[in-house]
């Protein structure tokens, strides 16, 4: 299984902490910082993994069986995401899985509008100040999110049956099988 954008591991872990031992795991990022803390994750774990500095964006090691990601896809500008899709695509046989945990835009001006004062609110109540307000904001003025209804489209596009289990403010968990 793939862990696109794995970071520290943190999602590929709780497959483990599920109950996932079995998986082989291959942790694709770009900074090699991070994926040594995944590997640090995984051997507390008792479990070796194959941890590569790489841009999954341009390079996919193929054949897998399943692909994840989280938090990560939705820096990449749209038509790079579309044209990661189809590599996903190609790179899983038929019945392969990908599942997406990642940030995502209202469908409209309006909800965004609500969403982002859902998301100030809850920030302050769990105690951010201004300062660290306005550094997310400015963080994720960098962000290239898609609606969700655009990505299960570009997902459908690339091959996939694709559908969302599970939404709730900018983020949403997109499964995608291949066709």
């Not at 100040?129 to 655009?150: F, L, Q």
């Amino acid at each position: 299984m793939l862990d696109l954008g794995a970071g520290t591991g943190l999602f590929s872990g709780l497959l483990v902490v599920a109950g996932r031992r079995d998986l082989r795991l291959c942790l694709l990022d770009l900074s090699s910082a991070m994926l040594a803390k995944a590997e640090r994750r995984f051997e507390a774990l008792g479990l070796a993994v194959d941890a590569r500095v790489c841009d999954y964006a341009e390079d996919l090691p193929t054949p897998v069986d399943a692909v994840i990601s989280a938090l990560s896809i939705h820096h990449l500008e749209h038509a790079t995401q579309r044209a990661l899709f189809g590599r996903i695509a190609n790179a899983l046989p038929p019945g392969g899985l990908f599942v997406n945990a990642e940030q995502v835009a209202a469908p409209n001006l309006k909800a965004e509008v609500a969403i982002d004062r859902q998301w100030e609110a809850g920030a302050r109540m769990l105690g951010a100040s201004d300062a660290v307000i306005t550094a997310a904001r400015h963080r994720m003025r960098h962000d290239r999110c898609a609606s969700t209804a655009e990505l299960l489209c570009w997902l459908e596009a690339a091959g996939f049956t694709a559908d969302c289990p599970w939404a709730g403010g900018r983020f949403a968990v997109l499964r995608a099988a291949k066709r």
